[in-house]
C-alpha cells in the first residue's frame, strides 16, 4: 500500500480509539486506551489495507478498463468472502483473546452475530467506497489515454493531408515550366499564350490546393482549361472528350486530380499527329473517369510517381472508397469516387474525442449511482436491524427491506455492469450480418 493510505489508516485508527475509549470505556486509563489504539490499529489496518490489497490485486492482474464485468463480478466475490474471514477473525481477536469476554465456543456459536453482521456491513462499505474509487481513477485514466490518442490520429491525419496538398504547388509548377521552356523553342508566340493562361490556372492552384474537396464542376472547368494548354502545345496531337453527366457536377472530388491524370496521360504515352492520344473524360456510376488509348512511351528517367499516389492517398485519408486502376493492351482508365458530401474525417477524429469523453461520463455517473446505492444499502439496512432488534426483538422485519433492496442493487448492479448483454450485442450482429448479405453489401 502507499503510504499516503498507511497514514490515512492510522489516523482512523486514533480517531476510533479516541471515541471509544472516551464514551465507551469506564476507567481511563493509559493500558485501557492503548489496548483500544491496539484493537482499532487491527481493526483498520485489517479490514482497511487488506481490501486495500484486493483492490490494488485486481486492478494490476483484471484492469476495470479490459474487462469490465468479469471484474466486476471478482470484486464482488472477493469482497465478501474477504471481509466475513477478515470481520470475523478480528471479533475472534477482539473479544476471544484481547478482552476475554467470551469463549472461543461461546463466539462461535452465534454469542456475537449482531456485532458481527454489523461489522461485515461496515466493511463492505469500505469496500465498495475502494472499488469505486479505483473503478472512477481508472476509468478517467482510459478516457484520457483515448482522447490523447484521437487528437495524436487527428493531427497526424492532418499533417499527413496538409503534406500531400503540399506536394501539388511545386509540381504543378515544375511540369508547367517544363511545357512553357519546350513551348519558347518551338514557338515563341504559343509560349506567351501558354504563360499567359499558365497564370490564370495557377490562380486556381493555389485557390484549390488548400481545399479537401471541390465539386465535379469546378474540377471540370479548371481541366478543360488545362486541356487547352495541352492543345496549344501538342495541336491535333492529343484529342479531349468530355462526357460528365450533369446530375454528378453538383457532387465532390479532390482539387486537382483531374489535372495530375491528365498530365499523367500526356506524360506515359506517345502523342504525334499520326498516332493522336485519345483522352476521355466521363462518369460512370459513381466514379469520375480518366481514359486514355494506350501508347506507352519509353522513359528516360524513372517517375517520381507523385501524381497517381498523391490522389490515392489524398482519398484514403478522406474516405473509405477506392481509387480504381483499369488496365489492358488498349487502354488505361482511372476512377476516381466521386462523393454526395464532403466528409470531415479530421473533424470527426477531434468529435470522436468528445464522443468517448461523454460516454466516459455518462459511465462513471451510472458507476457513482450504483455505488451510492450500494453504500446507502451498506448504512441503511444495519440502522434497521438495530431499530429493530430494540424496539420488536421478537419480530425479524428488516429481513423484507433487506431482501427487496438487495434484489433492487443487485439488478442496478446487472444493467451498470452490463451483465448478460452479450447475447443482444451477438444477435445484433447476426441480424446486420443477414441484412448485408441479402442486399448484397
Given amino acids: 500500500m502507499k503510504r ?5 489508516l492510522l489516523w482512523v485508527s486514533l480517531a476510533t480509539a479516541l471515541f471509544f475509549f472516551i464514551f465507551f470505556t469506564d476507567e481511563k486509563t493509559i493500558s485501557n486506551f492503548l489496548l483500544s489504539l491496539l484493537i482499532s490499529l ?7 489495507a487488506g481490501n486495500g490489497l484486493i483492490n490494488d490485486f485486481l486492478n494490476k492482474r483484471l484492469p476495470w478498463s479490459e474487462a469490465t464485468q468479469k471484474r466486476a463480478v471478482l470484486s464482488i466475490i472477493s469482497i465478501l468472502i474477504a471481509n466475513f474471514i477478515l470481520v470475523y477473525f478480528c471479533n475472534y481477536i477482539n473479544f476471544v483473546v484481547f478482552q476475554k469476554s467470551a469463549t472461543t465456543e461461546e463466539f462461535f ?49 492532418n499533417a499527413q493531408f496538409e503534406s500531400l496538398k503540399n506536394q501539388l504547388d511545386p509540381h504543378f509548377l515544375f511540369n508547367s515550366l517544363n511545357v512553357l521552356s519546350s513551348l519558347i523553342d518551338e514557338d515563341p508566340h504559343k509560349a506567351q499564350d501558354f504563360t ?3 497564370s490564370k490556372i495557377y490562380r486556381y492552384v493555389l485557390e484549390q490546393k488548400d481545399k479537401e474537396l471541390v465539386t465535379v464542376e469546378d474540377e471540370m472547368e479548371f481541366a478543360k482549361t488545362y486541356c487547352d494548354l495541352l492543345k496549344t502545345r501538342f495541336e491535333n496531337s492529343v484529342d479531349f472528350v468530355f462526357e460528365v453527366k450533369d446530375q454528378d457536377l453538383k457532387r465532390f472530388v479532390v482539387p486537382l486530380s483531374l489535372q495530375l491524370l491528365l498530365e499523367n496521360c500526356i506524360k506515359h504515352n506517345l502523342a504525334t499527329s499520326s498516332k493522336p492520344l485519345l483522352i476521355r473524360i466521363f462518369t460512370e456510376g459513381d466514379t469520375l473517369c480518366v481514359e486514355n488509348n494506350l501508347q506507352i512511351r519509353e522513359q528516360i528517367k524513372e517517375s517520381a510517381g507523385i501524381g497517381l499516389a498523391n490522389i490515392v492517398q489524398r482519398y484514403s485519408l478522406l474516405t473509405d472508397k477506392n481509387v480504381f486502376i483499369e488496365k489492358s493492351k488498349d487502354y488505361f482508365k482511372v476512377k476516381l469516387p466521386v462523393l454526395n458530401h464532403q466528409p470531415k474525417v479530421i473533424t470527426d477524429l477531434i468529435a470522436e474525442d468528445d464522443q468517448a469523453y461523454l460516454r466516459a461520463k455518462k459511465r462513471v455517473q451510472e458507476m457513482k449511482s450504483f455505488y451510492g446505492n450500494l453504500i446507502s444499502y451498506c448504512i441503511v439496512i444495519p440502522f434497521l436491524i438495530i431499530v429493530n432488534l430494540i424496539t420488536n426483538p421478537n419480530n425479524y422485519w428488516f429481513y423484507w427491506p433487506m431482501l427487496g433492496w438487495g434484489i433492487g442493487l443487485a439488478a442496478h448492479g446487472m444493467s451498470t455492469f452490463a451483465v448478460g448483454t452479450n447475447w443482444e450485442q451477438k444477435k445484433i450482429k447476426e441480424i446486420l450480418e443477414k441484412e448485408n448479405n441479402r442486399y448484397g453489401k
Avoid: C, D, P
Fill in 109 to 157: 456459536r452465534g454469542k456475537y452475530n449482531f456485532i458481527n453482521w454489523f461489522m461485515v456491513n461496515i466493511a463492505l462499505l469500505i469496500s465498495a467506497f475502494l472499488h469505486a474509487k479505483g473503478f472512477m481513477e481508472e476509468l478517467k485514466k482510459t478516457s484520457r489515454k483515448e482522447v490523447v490518442e484521437q487528437k495524436l490520429i487527428a493531427k497526424s491525419a
Fill in 196 to 198: 499567359a493562361s499558365m
Fill in 42 to 48: 487491527m481493526y483498520s489496518f485489517l479490514i482497511g
Fill in 4 to 8: 499516503k493510505n498507511n497514514i490515512i
